[in-house]
């Protein structure tokens, strides 16, 4: 259907898609947190799970149509390995960047971090950084692989269910009453999000081909920015208002169930076997993203000098995709 549209079509499609999907995913985001506050569960899994799972609903829906219609599993997989990139070059960056200039102590985050949630980011960002390198030395990747990454979200979610806390109904009032009013808005708005995904899909790979960009690089590049901007607008708000660690919390899981829920779902819709060497620069780049987080957080740096070499990174990465393309 997009195909009689032409190109130009396509990209309003897309801009416009990608617009509707980021104000629909914030009304997720926001009912998420309201449910998840209602209903007792812990700040760790408000911020690593429910908020994050609010946030990658634009990759996993994305990632989903693409690996069905099998031709564009390679956007869904470059999507996906693309917004790890993102979200913390991009969007921790600007992030470490605003929080530096608000508050120039801002390193006092990290040791509060240490107290908290130490375990659960070390956690997200070792699997972000060890499940891509282990399936590009294992070479291929199948819906037996897709399974056992839904599996890691699954019980890795299960354990922090289990930091649940038993809330007082009197203490809240009329916000009880709302609560099925708030899973209606999610539900909705999660449609809303899906349908558009579709559209962002179908809109990428036609300018892909029509320009002759791969599809890996359209995947991870401009989609992936694409589908992260409910991280970035969460996030720079979350830094404007001196919550670093709200950021913090929502990119690393975000991280994290791209790697295992998103990925592992586009595998199991993919009917294909899918040769992991065409992703090496992406992985490469998602590896090393990681690796330098885990050492900002681990060191406790998190100013702007830190948030300038995020960004500056995230321009080299851009500059080998689109650079590598053509050459």
Same mark, same amino acid.
């Given at each position: 259907?997009?195909?009689?549209?032409?190109?130009?079509?396509?990209?309003?499609?897309?801009?416009?898609?990608?617009?509707?999907?980021?104000?629909?995913?914030?009304?997720?985001?926001?009912?998420?947190? *309201?449910?998840?506050? /209602?209903?007792?569960?812990? *700040?760790?899994?408000?911020?690593?799970?429910?908020?994050?799972?609010?946030?990658? /609903?634009?990759?996993?829906?994305?990632? #989903?149509?693409?690996?069905?219609?099998?031709?564009?599993?390679?956007?869904?997989?470059?999507?996906?390995?693309?917004?790890?990139?993102?979200?913390?070059?991009?969007?921790?960056?600007?992030?470490?960047?605003?929080?530096?200039?608000?508050?120039?102590?801002?390193?006092?985050?990290?040791?509060?971090?240490?107290?908290?949630?130490?375990?659960?980011? !070390?956690?997200?960002?070792?699997?972000?950084?060890? #499940?891509?390198?282990?399936?590009?030395?294992?070479?291929?990747?199948?819906?037996?692989?897709?399974?056992?990454?839904?599996?890691?979200?699954?019980?890795?979610?299960?354990?922090?269910?289990?930091?649940?806390?038993? *809330?007082?109904?009197?203490?809240?009032?009329?916000?009880?009453?709302?609560?099925?009013? !708030?899973?209606?808005?999610?539900?909705?708005?999660? #449609?809303?999000?899906?349908?558009s995904a579709y559209f962002i899909v179908n809109s990428a790979v036609y300018i892909a081909r029509a320009v002759g960009i791969p599809e890996v690089v359209i995947g991870s590049t401009i989609v992936a920015f694409g589908t992260s901007l409910p991280e970035f607008a969460n996030s720079v708000k979350s830094s404007q208002k001196g919550h670093l660690d709200l950021a913090l919390g929502n990119i690393v899981g975000s991280n994290f169930i791209n790697?295992?829920?998103?990925?592992?779902?586009?595998?199991?819709?993919?009917?294909? #076997?899918?040769?992991?060497?065409?992703?090496?620069?992406?992985?490469?780049?998602?590896?090393?993203?990681?690796?330098?987080?885990?050492?900002?957080?681990?060191?406790?740096?998190?100013?702007?000098?830190?948030?300038?070499?995020?960004?500056?990174? !995230?321009?080299?990465?851009?500059?080998?995709?689109?650079?590598?393309?053509?050459?």
């Open positions: 259907m997009l195909e009689t549209i032409g190109l130009l079509g396509n990209i309003l499609v897309l801009l416009t898609a990608i617009l509707i999907l980021d104000r629909a995913s914030d009304l997720v985001i926001n009912n998420a947190v *309201k449910i998840a506050d /209602l209903t007792g569960f812990g *700040k760790t899994t408000i911020g690593f799970i429910l908020v994050a799972m609010g946030t990658t /609903l634009p990759e996993l829906s994305v990632s #989903i149509f693409a690996a069905i219609t099998g031709e564009s599993v390679a956007v869904a997989i470059g999507n996906v390995l693309g917004s790890c990139i993102v979200n913390i070059c991009l969007i921790l960056g600007v992030a470490f960047v605003l929080t530096a200039v608000r508050n120039p102590n801002c390193l006092q985050v990290a040791p509060m971090l240490a107290r908290e949630e130490t375990g659960t980011l !070390y956690f997200g960002l070792f699997a972000a950084s060890a #499940i891509p390198l282990a399936l590009i030395y294992i070479g291929e990747a199948s819906r037996i692989i897709g399974v056992i990454l839904v599996a890691i979200f699954v019980y890795h979610t299960y354990l922090l269910s289990k930091t649940r806390r038993i *809330k007082e109904e009197g203490g809240l009032g009329a916000e009880y009453e709302r609560l099925n009013f !708030y899973v209606l808005v999610a539900f909705i708005s999660a #449609i809303i999000v899906v349908t790697t295992t829920l998103i990925l592992g779902a586009s595998l199991i819709g993919s009917p294909l #076997i899918i040769h992991m060497r065409a992703f090496t620069n992406v992985v490469l780049f998602s590896l090393i993203t990681s690796l330098l987080l885990w050492y900002f957080l681990s060191s406790e740096r998190t100013g702007w000098r830190e948030g300038f070499i995020l960004l500056f990174l !995230y321009a080299v990465f851009l500059f080998v995709s689109y650079g590598g393309y053509r050459t």
